[in-house]
């Protein structure tokens, strides 16, 4: 079944203790994106990478990192969380973000962070 | 479920009826729209897509508007079912690949 696959779906985590969620797809598409959702902003793009070892930042990006050693996986680290990285992430995949291509998301990880 | 409806705009249709749901965009250089739609405890999934150089585009049930004078954008979604029932969201992408969505609109429908 084509998707994407991230984990954990659910995080509860202390200020400052490193963390990696992790997002794989399987439709061997090159664009990947990460997204946060908070209630009433709807979704705001952190980093996306454009194809392996492509990767740029989008609205969001401080205090996170991302990795895209391999097409299929492209984690989302946090070095040190803070109580306002507090949110629903979201992993998206697609074969470009353009015409035709629409994205794929992942059913969501809720990082609590306190 | 997960909270992301909050202070959102909610549209109560009856069972059978029509919806419509609507979106204004920013950017007159977009040169592409999509709708996606997300239940509770999922993530949005893909409805629907318009170019800019078209107005309109049906697919199953839905049809999409676009009205590029007022940068509008509306989504229809015909004989609305319980299963219709989520956030829908409006997106544009703007320069080629860079993504920008809407808040979103929730829909409840009335059985």
């Known amino acids: 079944e084509a998707q994407v696959t991230q984990n954990p779906r659910y995080l509860i985590t202390v200020t400052g203790k490193k963390l990696t969620v992790t997002c794989s797809q399987n439709?061997?598409?090159?664009?990947m994106s990460w997204y946060r959702q908070d209630p009433g902003l709807g979704l705001r793009q952190i980093y996306y990478?454009?194809?392996?070892?492509?990767?740029d930042k989008g609205d969001v990006p401080e205090g996170y990192k991302v990795s895209r050693k391999e097409k299929r996986n492209f984690p989302l680290i946090l070095e040190s969380p803070s109580p306002n990285q507090t949110s629903l992430y979201f992993c998206?995949?697609?074969?470009?973000?353009?015409?035709?291509?629409?994205?794929?998301f992942g059913n969501g990880t809720r990082l609590t962070v306190t | 479920g997960e909270s992301v409806g909050l202070h959102l705009p909610t549209l109560s249709v009856q069972e059978g009826d029509n919806s419509i749901i609507n979106c204004a965009y920013s950017?007159?250089?977009?040169?592409?729209f999509i709708w996606y739609k997300q239940e509770s405890g999922k993530g949005p999934q893909f409805i629907i897509d318009?170019?800019?150089?078209?107005d309109k585009r049906q697919g199953q049930r839905v049809t999409v508007l676009l009205n590029k004078t007022v940068k509008h954008l509306s989504l229809q979604i015909a004989a609305t079912q319980p299963g219709d029932s989520a956030v829908y969201f409006c997106a544009e992408i703007l320069y080629g690949n860079k993504l920008v969505f809407g808040a979103g609109t929730i829909l409840r429908v009335k059985s």
């Open positions: 318009i170019r800019s150089n078209m």
């Open positions: 990478s454009m194809n392996v070892e492509v990767t």
């Open positions: 998206a995949s697609s074969l470009s973000p353009s015409w035709d291509s629409p994205l794929h």
């Open positions: 439709m061997n598409h090159e664009y």
């Open positions: 950017n007159s250089a977009s040169d592409y």
